[in-house]
């Protein structure tokens, strides 16, 4: 048999994943066996509405939280069980990150935001800061780029967010309700950048939402509910 297309291969394998909270005397169980495979290159929407264990799905995926119980593995890499240390390197060499407040650092300016990733990854100052004007041009905010966040409007830091996210490639983007604090009209601007920088770049984004109207950006739509994926749809992408 031929090896299957690069794109074919799953990044994020997910096998017999638990999650369970204390709470008080009880026990809440966020994520009941969640059996998952996401593909290199594809974007993938987990679904559902408040409550059914996005957040808690996404929080283990991106080794953020200890799952009860199953396996973790990203590019091969058994993440649910590394140490904290070796999981915040993982996460600073391997993954990116936009989030529904932005967390922009609101002492430093637009550029200096979207550099902090390759500052991690110890590229030199001069370097950095060419690479994150070149990425703030990209998504429109050339003209904000020495601002600070607060002088900026919440789609323009959340533009900034998205090119911080994928300055440095990395091998998964995450994103958990990356517009729930945008209007209509920004979400699509907001969605449609996201989108755009993973197919160019070929980058595996794992998005989460309630909104049925972000779904459709996705390749792969995984639904909860209660804890379960009850349904996975699957498109295949016309144009590459
Ligand atoms: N840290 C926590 N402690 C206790 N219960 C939690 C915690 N985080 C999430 N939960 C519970 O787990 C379930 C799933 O939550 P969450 O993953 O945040 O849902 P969603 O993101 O889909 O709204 C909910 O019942 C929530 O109350
Ligand atoms: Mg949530």
Known sequence: MQDPSPRKRPIVEVRGLRKEYPLGDETVVALKHIDLSIMRGEICCIFGTSGSGKSTLLNQLAGMEKPTRGEVRIGGALISRMSEEQLAAFRQR????VFQSYNLLP???????????????????????????????????????????????????????????????????????????LDSR?????????CGFARDFHQTIILVTHDPEMARYADR???????????????????Q
């Open 94 to 97: 391997h993954l990116g990150f």
């Open 107 to 181: 002492s430093l300016t637009a550029a200096e935001n979207v550099a902090m990733p390759l500052l991690f990854r110890g590229v030199p100052p001069a370097q950095r800061d060419a690479a994150a004007r070149a990425m703030l041009k990209r998504v429109g905010l050339g003209h904000r780029m020495d601002h600070y966040p607060a002088q900026m409007s919440g789609g323009q830091q959340q533009r900034a967010g998205i090119a911080r996210a994928f300055l440095a490639r990395p091998d998964v983007v995450f994103a958990d309700e990356p517009t729930g604090n």
């Open 186 to 194: 920004t979400t699509v601007e907001v969605m449609e950048m996201i």
């Open 221 to 239: 739509i995984v639904t909860l509910i209660d804890g379960q994926i009850v349904r996975e749809d699957v498109k295949q992408r016309s144009v």
